[in-house]
């Protein structure tokens, strides 16, 4: 079985701009949940999408937002973006969902903000 | 709120040395408790979890058991191996959100 695939891997922007993040998870698998990862935070939570909807989300601005698509695709869209957005952004796919589910989790995308 | 503390090393182990990385939760109810693992040049991947209190996880010769009166999900091996240099995260499993500890660099020597 093919695992968890994000694009791009790499991406340059500058402040202002706005980016879209593409994540393909496990075939069947129906929830993606989607995290940044920053020397400073760590590991965080930023929401999950479960069948199309969105089901969590973490402690994050209006300006990150995603969506799911009926092949359980999910995209992450980040707005305005802001120096402090530079971060490794990590999905993971599960069966069922974040509570007790193994999560599957791709490379990653490294966003750079300049 | 949720969260997780897990000692943050960075702990260096001689080979055949025990480990133990320290893990303890805040939570309301009872989440499921995982311990997920990043190898140099990979992504995370699951090591071991847990689902319900005194339930114990295992894989690869790593060991946690789910301490409810403790809140503590600690990670023990008998005996490193210089391929278990890694980096290694404590995460609690919720309704609402997956909390992450801050991670623990572990380094085995041989």
């Known amino acids: 079985k093919a695992g968890v695939t994000q694009t791009p891997r790499y991406l340059i922007k500058t402040r202002g701009q706005q980016v879209t993040l593409s994540c393909s998870p496990i075939?069947?698998?129906?929830?993606v949940s989607w995290y940044q990862q920053t020397p400073g935070q760590g590991l965080q939570f930023l929401f999950e999408?479960?069948?199309?909807?969105?089901?969590n989300k973490g402690n994050f601005p209006g300006r990150f937002s995603g969506r799911q698509f009926s092949n359980s695709r999910s995209e992450m869209n980040v707005s305005t973006l802001e120096l402090g957005d530079s971060a490794l952004y990590l999905c993971?796919?599960?069966?069922?969902?974040?509570?007790?589910?193994?999560?599957?989790f791709g490379p990653g995308t490294r966003l750079t903000v300049l | 709120g949720d969260s997780v503390t897990q000692m943050e090393g960075p702990v260096t182990l001689s080979e055949e040395a025990f480990l133990t990385i320290n893990c303890t939760y805040t939570?309301?109810?009872?989440?499921?408790l995982f311990w997920y693992v990043q190898y140099p040049g990979e992504g995370l991947q699951l090591l071991l979890k847990?689902?319900?209190?005194?339930d114990k996880g295992s894989n690869k010769g790593f060991e946690a058991t789910y301490r409810k009166e403790t809140t503590s999900f600690h990670l023990e091996k008998g005996s490193v191996q210089v391929s278990d240099s890694a980096v290694y995260f404590c995460?609690?499993?919720?309704?609402?959100?997956?909390?992450f500890g801050k991670g623990t660099k572990l380094t085995v020597n041989p």
């Open positions: 075939s069947g698998h129906r929830s």
């Open positions: 999408y479960f069948s199309e909807t969105q089901r």
């Open positions: 847990a689902t319900k209190a005194d």
């Open positions: 995460v609690q499993g919720g309704s609402e959100k997956l909390v």
């Open positions: 993971a796919s599960s069966l069922q969902g974040i509570r007790t589910d193994t999560q599957y």
């Open positions: 939570a309301t109810g009872y989440p499921s």
